[in-house]
C-alpha cells in the first residue's frame, strides 16, 4: 500500500483526473474506483479526500449538486469549466514531476530516456 505521506501531494491531481475521465462522481465511488485502478495499493481515507474535495469546489474547480438516492443525500461533484482546464495543468505537472523522481530513483531511466 503507498504510505499517506506520497499520496498526499498527489491527491487533488488523482480527483479532478477521475472526475475529467468519469464525469460526475461521489465521494465513496472515488475512493473505490481509485482502490480498483491501483490493485488496492492506494486506499483514500475519506480524511483526506473530503478536504481535498471542499477546497477544490471553494477554488471554483468543482461543481457540487446533492441528489437523494435511495432515501440518502448523495453528493455528486464534477468539473467546471476551470476545472477542466486545471485537471490538463495538474496532469502535466505530475508527468514531469514523476519524469524527474524517475531519473533520481532510476539513473538508467535517464540514459534510455534522452
Do not use: W
Amino acid at each position: 500500500m503507498i504510505s499517506s505521506e506520497l499520496l498526499k501531494g498527489s491527491l487533488k491531481t488523482i480527483v479532478l483526473k477521475l472526475l475529467e475521465e468519469n464525469g460526475r462522481m461521489y465521494g465513496y465511488e472515488i475512493t473505490r474506483r481509485v482502490e480498483e485502478i491501483t490493485k488496492g495499493k492506494i486506499v483514500l481515507t475519506y480524511g483526506a479526500l473530503y478536504p481535498v474535495l471542499h477546497k477544490l469546489e471553494k477554488e471554483g474547480v468543482l461543481h457540487v449538486e446533492s441528489e437523494n438516492y435511495n432515501n440518502r443525500m448523495r453528493i455528486y461533484y464534477s468539473l467546471t469549466s476551470k476545472g477542466r482546464s486545471v485537471v490538463k495543468e495538474k496532469v502535466q505537472e505530475m508527468t514531469e514531476f514523476l519524469k524527474s523522481i524517475r531519473f533520481i530513483i532510476d539513473p538508467e531511466f535517464k540514459i534510455s530516456y534522452e
